[in-house]
């Protein structure tokens, strides 16, 4: 890629720190250090708990 | 309102830079984590359930009767209620500063959090997902309430899921959970149609590879049974190689840094400039008015056209529906029951609706998403970037923007119309439908894109600065 592709993408993301998928969804990229900090780990380990429980639910009955 | 706002959990952000092959690695983790969930059943959920969000699988992701059974569907709406009240100003917060920020992905975190409860609940007291009577006999003496109440506190817990990978595969991850999933739902659809060997409409099985093979086997008439396959076939990589061409098609800006001699840079006004949201936006519209007519004609009122089960057969209805697949306007095919004229009405009608409705809300998206000429121009001129051989000056940068990005908006909105309702038309592989065909062929350009900027950074740190990171 040319150095002047680099520096086209470089003023869109300039703007404020927003970043868009596909048109749908808007994030900000600013967090609050009030907010309350979840893991990644704990994120995935808590969906898939949650998948195995329900899974073995329906297996039992 | 604010330390609420302020306060509302969220994932812990990476600090500092994550590498590619790290980010490569949620991304995969959480891809198969939301497959494995797709396939987790909803406890106490009965056999004669049914899919009320049926029509938008595609675009919301999910499972029906899974625990992700809504998808992203509280999150993308959430979001776009959010940034059309922001796009007009109703909520007052000013976006360009980081509090205004933090107040704004503080609101739709609660509105998403509003949204599962307000989506999950209709699936339950509406009936479309019914809890299993034995269930309830075995573990609630026979409370049907108490296993409904499980069923969509499950559907809660599954909302809260999507949004909590949504937020890892965004921030650790590569592109974002929400284009993850569309993609990964479209993905499986298109690999099911050329796989699948179940039988269907017909005694060969619906998949075009088992379809083609047992055909042949048969000694059936190919024409008869595969045409509308093969033409499925090229609907669908016709459609895939326009997207890329059309993702790819844009007219370049050229710009030159202030003070920074020797740095120059381009502004890509794409010719899918709006994305293909504003399709979205127009089937909805379609389907709601079509359940308008169908809630007259469910308490008896029939003046704008009948209903069977939820398929309009004659009147204003008819013709206003959107033909979905080959199978509803071929007449020479099968017999429709309609005279040619109408079916050709319903055609014209279906196209006028989407291409002008694609060009009015593609240019209404523009100014709500913030992509328009006077956003535009002030964030080029924030960055100390002006085009050469002009005065470094808002108006005239927001002047000269004007001449490009409202016509290549209406342009792109336009096509994008055509493309959806050809796709329709001509069918396409798998049941995934045009809008969603468009909208994952649109994301993975992107997400091809954006690997491509990592690579970048990965082997020139200091580019990071230039990307907008760290």
Known sequence: MSKTNIIGMAVKNKGGGMVSSAGLVTYYDSEDKRSLHISPKLVLVFAAAIGIIIAVLNHIF | MEPLLAAMPAVRPPEGHVHFKNKLLWTVAVLILYFLLTNVQVFGLSADSSDWLGMYRAILAGASGSIVHLGIGPIVTASIVLQLLNGADLLGINTREPRGQVMYMGLQKLLILVMIVLEAAPNVIGGFLQPDANIALTLFGGSLATVSFLIFLQLCIGGLIIFLMDEVVTK???????????????SQGLING???????????????????FAIIADGANLMEYFSLDILALITTVFIFGLVVYAESTRIEIPLAHATVRGARGRFPVKLIYASVLPMILVRVLQANWQMFGLFLNNIGITFLGKFEGQTPVNGIMYVTAPINSPNDWMWWLTDLGHPVWEVLLRMGIDLIVMVVGGAIFALFWVKTAGLDSSHVARQIQRSGMSIPGYRRNEQVLERYLDRYIPRVTVIGGVAVGVLSVLANYLGVIGAVGGTGLLLTVSIIYRLYEEIANEQIMEMYPFMRSFFGKE
């Open chain 2, 172 to 186: 650790w991850g590569v592109g974002s959970g929400v284009g993850l999933f569309i993609v990964a739902g479209v």
């Open chain 2, 194 to 212: 050329f796989l699948n060997w179940a039988a269907v409409q017909d005694a060969y099985p619906v998949g075009f590879f088992p379809r083609l």
